[in-house]
């Protein structure tokens, strides 16, 4: 099946730095990949939809200045959390639409903490 | 507005018993439904995936839902649960271009030997 990675998959930061998450589709081609954000015991939240080639589209409250993607080939979108806070600690997970079949398929999340 | 209901925040089962996890939704046009699971600290593995046709599908695992239009259900089912199905699982709806997930809160499942 596809495989999605995420890198690095677990990452502790103090408060103010920049924090870059990658995602990869290993096995195919993803013109669009997408964000999600899932807190303690919660769902998954759609953070912003990212588009190869041009700017992503970000979810209502998503903050677009805070939450950099770039999605610059059709395998890898990145995430930069800027000057990061601790509220932005969470699980961040990204998927990737494969154009051939109907679904998303999930990284495997990358856990950040804000100290 | 769309939205997905999985009313069932835990779940036991005993290893061998059958299982149920609820999930309804709403949404405005015809739903592309989605069951996935979760393991802990772990991204998000398809179980199974409905779009049109049988109303009953066949996943992984041995997880099968069905689709119920006249209840907006989608629940999904296993007649003999495994110590390794202890997990999280995760009813969405998706748009006509698989773009917009909408998921629901979860269940955890616990098994217990």
């Known amino acids: 099946g596809a495989v999605v990675s995420q890198h690095p998959s677990r990452v502790i930061c103090k408060s103010g730095t920049s924090v870059k998450i990658e995602c990869r589709s290993l096995?195919?081609?993803?013109?669009?990949m997408f964000w999600y954000r899932q807190f303690p015991k919660q769902s998954l939240m759609l953070m912003a939809t990212?588009?190869?080639?041009?700017?992503?589209?970000?979810e209502q409250g998503v903050e677009k200045d805070k939450f950099l993607i770039n999605h610059a080939s059709l395998t890898l979108s990145t995430l930069t959390v800027t000057s990061a806070h601790p509220e932005d600690s969470s699980f961040y997970i990204c998927?990737?639409?494969?154009?051939?079949?109907?679904?998303?398929?999930f990284g495997p999340g990358t856990r950040l903490l804000v100290l | 507005a769309q939205s997905v209901t999985q009313p069932d925040i835990h779940i036991t089962v005993s290893e061998g018993a059958s299982l149920e996890l609820r999930c309804n939704y709403s949404?405005?046009?015809?739903?592309?439904l989605f069951w996935y699971v979760q393991s802990p600290g772990q991204g998000l593995q398809l179980l199974l995936k409905?779009?049109?046709?049988?109303?009953l599908v066949q996943g992984i695992k041995g997880f099968e839902a069905e689709f119920k239009r006249s209840q907006s259900s989608f629940n999904l089912r296993k007649p003999s649960v495994h110590w390794s199905d202890a997990a999280e699982y995760f009813c969405?709806?998706?748009?006509?271009?698989?773009?917009?997930?909408?998921f629901g809160s979860g269940t955890k499942l616990n098994v217990k030997p």
């Open positions: 998927s990737a639409r494969d154009s051939g079949k109907e679904t998303q398929y």
């Open positions: 949404y405005g046009a015809t739903p592309y």
């Open positions: 990212s588009n190869e080639g041009s700017k992503a589209t970000y």
């Open positions: 969405a709806v998706g748009d006509y271009n698989f773009n917009k997930f909408y």
């Open positions: 096995d195919f081609q993803a013109t669009t």
């Open positions: 409905y779009f049109s046709g049988d109303t």
